[in-house]
């Protein structure tokens, strides 16, 4: 049916004319440039995550010391979130509450993987870079790509805002089960609209569409723009990392959307979806026609949740494998097990959700059915680590700041995913559910992983967007105080978690101290951890800040010795990326390669005359 | 700088970059109205035998609705035809018709369908006191047959018997003079003050006003409700519930719940509307998009009829999608 | 290509007559899948309200589905679309299946009947 008309002319993308001045907002702010808005969500996440950082280091202050007011800003804490602090006993502001913790608690996972890793490690990096490195002149949809970004922004403002409202922001988790999230945040001190909870929920709203308008223009930009040559299997791998999660987060996030606005009718027009009949609270029957159930929820939930936590880490580990190829002066190994272990690995995220759920009261079939699928997850994320593993076999490594941070993603993500295996069968979950256990275990995967991941491609990919290198000692310091740091905080939680000390615990377990003494000194231990890992972070942004305008200039366009396209652009790249017309002849990681004269040779580098390359020609092969 | 691949499709996939696009977004779609459907499933399996109200919704609207929906896709793919054929005048035509047909689906359904339902009233009886109501719910009858019970009263709300504590007279009394309220029955001797109400949403009204407690509602009965022996109830009815002249007289403390067909009424009530509130937001996105094509758009279409052709296109796959979840939504809701 | 600008205003050239056949060919078919979906929606309507209690669920779904996939694959094409779209969607379409079994497993399945299974 594609009986076209004749065009008479070429394709004119409808991006904008270069051939004008944009003023100043519509370069910088209101940009259709996917540089740009990769610039804008990454500044926006990484202030978000030391945002979410500041509300983890006051609760872990009350873990330590249970009832002593924040020390220093711990009055002015008080008149600014009188939701969250109050005085201790003796008239100190600045105490947590238990109420506050929870807040915390919640806002501060909410904040890290919402609002934090996934605009930096997904929308940040994979806007800046990913186009660039399939050759493409910007992303298939800019003006989309705008909308995606203040959309985005706008549910920050609105997250934001939970803060300042009177009872505070969203105190039932970062998880909101109801019936808690549904009568939470109600009665006669609170706003029927604007409390934290409602405010929540708007802010998931937005986010998750933001986040979707984002996936469809990274899946359309990988499949449709690639430059002539750039067949799949010459994709570089963090390209292929993007995709996956792109597909994760289009198909999973809507359900999560659903069970949000079924929310929104729970608390503003008294819909029972989740509110199971015969609810009594506080020793009253309450008025809602029931009928619903919780468990609804946290099948909707979990359904996005799973998957979103492959969504936290693929793009890690593509970014670690870049930076892995570059500084081995070798190419990945098995860089075709790894794109099929990545497919596999996306699939099976949809069908393993309900290991979050083990304590619910389901049966032997529904059970075994998800303890199968969990431990079968575990082979393709074996197989991705193996393969980084392997790489590292016979090359020239070289220890470069970001390949410091690469380098240990390995182990740590390890440590993060072995801890896994006993939560996945429902027998030694039974234990550990709802433990520091799990806490330890996720945060691995996400702290020294995913956190670590973008540490990395922050120090890889900063000379091609500044045209300066980030300084190499505060780097390295950086990195060995950072490693050291934050293993003190994470892996004592397996103790404690063992022990028996639940996670959401406000006073750290002063409550059940006869039972959990031997493991409660650990408080103070991860504590102090926490706080020097706080400090070092304050090297990171110092030498992130100062390098924009100190930092060593590089020395060329291509300062790591690279092979992908990124590095065939200008510094910083242009608008519309490429001064010239770019064909790929190879694959993306051509290192060391016998008989070549450098090292390395480049995607675009156009075949010697004399050695007819094995390449196929730059037509549009499939 | 021009994006590759916008109105030329690339070979190795045949497609150009908004078609890829809106079938990725559609995919998405399917995902969110599958989570709804998916809690339809849910709430239906977990309701208690004869929790789950059959025939609250007008079967014959429901059917006008689809096929109007319906037309209206096929008009929006016959206006796209018209645009590969340059015909412009044909393409308004046709476009014109979409947009005229999709509001009057969303006529019906806010206006007709949805306000109807607002003014309908129900009581949910305490299981306990079913006995005492069974000259209305017919429950030994249906259990003879082996049919799910009745616990539901519905119908039109006529009065609402009050009881007010002194001091808070005189706020009643606003409240009733505000609303235009009448009283039918005085207070007297500790007996309750009987109002006479406009619709449930008085009702509402009353039960938020402080020192009030509700005692009993006054309703007149649907007609099943009036005959509940009869065996042509014992089937859910298609067609509206009609009003039958009996009058009932339910007592609060009897009630397990009681609303309007509102959204608090019922799980079902509640999904239905979130699913149909939810398909009527992207009905309402369509024609807006389709406004903006129809007349402010002609620029392309002068500058390159092709890409115009392509829109049309994309927001058309958008229009089927919208029709095709109504097509699922209509015997989910209506006939099942 | 400037010349082509600056005649903004003129229509564009008319599409050739063997084009506006096949155009209008398909036209036809349309309208005939558009008056063959309003008969299913009826035949939904008749059957729903006539088949036993029992059989409901299925047959209106059947005929709910079928009505479906004409939508789809006709008026919006994806008969005729390539293997990227067509292996996209199915994909889609599985993990649709899942989910839906799923709900209906955690409904089904409960610890109760484990425990009672085992005495």
């Known amino acids: 049916m594609a009986t076209a008309a004749t065009t008479h002319s070429h394709d004119h993308g409808h991006g904008h004319d270069d051939h004008h001045d944009l003023g100043f907002w519509q370069k910088y702010i209101f940009s259709q440039d996917h540089k740009v808005i990769g610039i804008q969500y990454g500044i926006t996440g990484l202030a978000f995550l030391f945002l979410g950082f500041c509300l983890m280091m006051i609760m872990r202050w009350q873990l330590a010391n249970p009832g002593v007011p924040v020390p220093f800003i711990g009055p002015a804490l008080q008149k600014l979130f009188p939701a969250i602090f109050s005085s201790d006993p003796n008239n100190h502001p600045g105490m947590l509450t238990a109420d506050g913790y929870n807040i915390l608690g919640a806002m501060h996972g909410t904040i890290m993987v919402f609002f934090g890793v996934v605009p930096v490690a997904v929308a940040a990096f994979g806007n800046y870079v990913m186009p660039l490195q399939v050759g493409a002149p910007d992303m298939a949809f800019p003006k989309l790509n705008m909308a995606s970004y203040w959309t985005f922004f706008v549910s920050c403002v609105i997250m934001l805002s939970s803060f300042f409202v009177a009872g505070g922001p969203a105190k039932s988790g970062w998880t909101s089960y109801p019936p808690l999230s549904v009568i939470s945040d109600s009665g006669p001190n609170v706003h029927p609209f604007f409390n934290g909870q409602t405010i929540w929920l708007l802010g998931m709203v937005f986010n998750i569409t933001g986040s979707l308008l984002g996936s469809i223009n990274t899946i359309a930009t990988c499949i449709q723009l690639r430059a002539p040559g750039m067949t799949w299997m010459r994709l570089p791998f963090f390209c292929w990392t993007q995709l996956v999660t792109a597909f994760l987060l289009l198909l999973a996030f809507p359900p999560l959307e659903a069970a949000g606005f079924m929310q929104l009718m729970d608390r503003a027009f008294g819909t029972s979806f989740f509110i199971p009949t015969g609810l009594m609270v506080g020793g009253h029957l309450t008025h809602w026609s029931g009928g619903g159930s919780p468990l609804l929820w946290q099948h909707l939930f979990w359904f996005l949740a799973h998957p979103e936590v492959y969504v936290l880490i693929l793009p890690a580990i593509g970014m670690v494998g870049e930076i892995i190829a570059n500084n081995t002066r070798k190419p990945l190994y098995g860089y075709k097990a790894m794109v099929g272990a990545i497919f596999v690995l996306g699939f099976l995220s949809f069908v393993v959700w309900a290991h979050h759920m083990y304590m619910t009261g389901m049966g032997a079939k529904v059970s075994g059915f998800f303890q199968t699928t969990t431990v079968m997850i ?42 896994g295996i006993p939560l996945a069968f429902n027998s030694t979950d039974l234990y550990l559910h709802d433990t520091y256990y799990v806490i330890g275990h996720f945060h691995y995967v996400v702290a020294p992983g995913t956190i670590f991941a973008i540490f990395a491609g922050v120090y890889y990919w900063y000379p091609k967007a500044c045209g300066r290198m980030m300084n190499d000692v505060l780097g390295r310091i950086h990195f060995w105080f950072s490693i050291i740091f934050i293993n003190g905080i994470f892996f004592p939680m397996f103790l404690q978690g063992i022990a028996g000390v639940h996670r959401r615990w406000y006073d750290g377990g002063l409550t059940y101290d006869p039972i959990i003494k031997p493991v409660l000194h650990w408080n103070n231990f991860m504590s102090v951890s926490a706080f020097l890992l706080g400090a070092t972070q304050l090297i990171f942004i110092f030498n992130f800040f100062y390098s924009i305008f100190r930092g060593r200039r590089v020395p060329n366009d291509n300062p790591w010795d690279a092979t992908t396209l990124e590095w065939d652009t200008p510094t910083p790249p242009g608008h519309g990326n490429f001064t010239k017309p770019i064909t790929v002849y190879r694959g993306p990681y051509e290192y060391s390669v016998p008989g070549a004269d450098k090292d390395f040779t480049p995607q675009s580098e156009p075949p010697k005359s004399d050695k007819p390359a094995a390449a196929s020609t730059p037509a549009l092969a499939h | 700088m021009e994006i590759p691949h916008t109105v030329t499709p690339r070979p190795d996939t045949g497609l150009y970059n908004a078609k890829l696009a809106i079938w990725l977004f559609l995919a998405s779609e399917v995902m969110l109205f599958g989570g709804l459907f998916s809690a339809y499933v849910f709430l239906r399996m977990g309701a208690d035998d004869g929790y789950w109200p059959h025939g609250l919704l007008d079967v014959p609207v429901g059917t006008l609705n689809t096929i109007l929906l319906i037309i209206s896709s096929v008009c929006v793919v016959l206006a796209w ?25 969303l006529v019906i359904k806010l206006s007709y369908e949805w306000n109807d339902k607002f003014h309908h009233f129900g009581t949910f009886i305490k299981k306990e006191k079913w006995s005492q109501y069974d000259q209305y719910l017919g429950n030994d009858y249906l259990a003879k047959k082996g049919l799910a019970p009745r616990p539901e009263i519905t119908g039109h709300l006529h009065e609402v018997e009050v009881k007010v504590a002194p001091e808070k007279k005189a706020q009643l009394e606003t409240l009733i003079k505000d609303r235009g309220l009448e009283i039918s029955k005085s207070e007297e001797d500790g007996k309750a003050l009987s109002i006479k109400v406009k619709g449930p949403s008085d009702a509402e009204a009353l039960r938020n006003e402080p020192g009030v407690t509700i005692e009993a509602f006054e309703m007149a009965l649907d007609e099943m409700y009036a005959n509940p022996t009869d065996p042509k109830y014992d089937r859910p009815g298609f067609w509206k519930r009609h009003l039958s002249e009996k009058v009932a007289t339910i007592k609060a403390e009897d009630v397990d719940s009681w609303s309007a067909f509102v959204p608090k009424h019922s799980s079902f009530l509640a999904i239905y509307y979130a699913i149909t509130g939810l398909h009527g937001l992207h009905i309402l996105g369509g024609l807006v998009m389709f406004v903006y094509f129809l007349f402010f758009d002609r620029a392309l279409y002068l500058r390159n009829p092709e890409h115009m052709a392509n829109r049309i296109e994309v927001v058309g796959l958008y229009w089927h999608f919208v029709d095709l979840v109504w097509i699922f939504v209509f015997p989910v809701f209506y006939l099942l | 290509m400037s010349e082509l600008k600056h005649s903004e205003s003129s229509e564009p050239a008319p599409a050739s007559e063997q084009q506006v056949r ?34 409901q669920v299925l047959a209106t779904l059947i005929v709910t589905c079928i009505n479906g996939l004409v939508i789809a694959l006709i008026l919006m094409h994806l008969k005729e679309e390539k293997q990227t779209i067509w292996k996209f969607l199915i994909f889609t379409a599985i993990f649709f299946f899942i989910l839906f079994f799923l709900t209906y497993l955690a409904r089904t399945d409960l610890i109760s009947q484990t425990v009672h299974n085992h005495h």
Not at chain 1, 379 to 399: E, Q, Y
Not at chain 2, 81 to 105: E, H, I, P
Not at chain 3, 24 to 42: C, N, P, S, T
């Open chain 1, 378 to 419: 575990s082979i393709p994320s074996v197989i991705l680590v193996t393969a980084l593993l392997l790489s590292l076999w016979g090359g020239s490594i070289r220890f470069t700041t970001p390949m410091l941070f690469a380098t240990t993603f390995l182990p740590m993500f390890g440590i993060g995913g072995l801890t």
């Open chain 2, 81 to 105: 035809a018209s645009l590969k054929m340059r015909r412009w005048r044909q393409y308004q035509l046709f476009l014109g018709s979409a947009v005229a047909l999709g509001t009057v689906f």
């Open chain 3, 22 to 55: 096949e155009v209008e060919k398909h036209m036809k078919k349309y309208v005939l899948i558009g008056g063959v979906q309003a008969i299913m929606v009826l035949i939904a309507v008749t059957v729903a309200v006539n088949v036993s209690a029992s059989l």
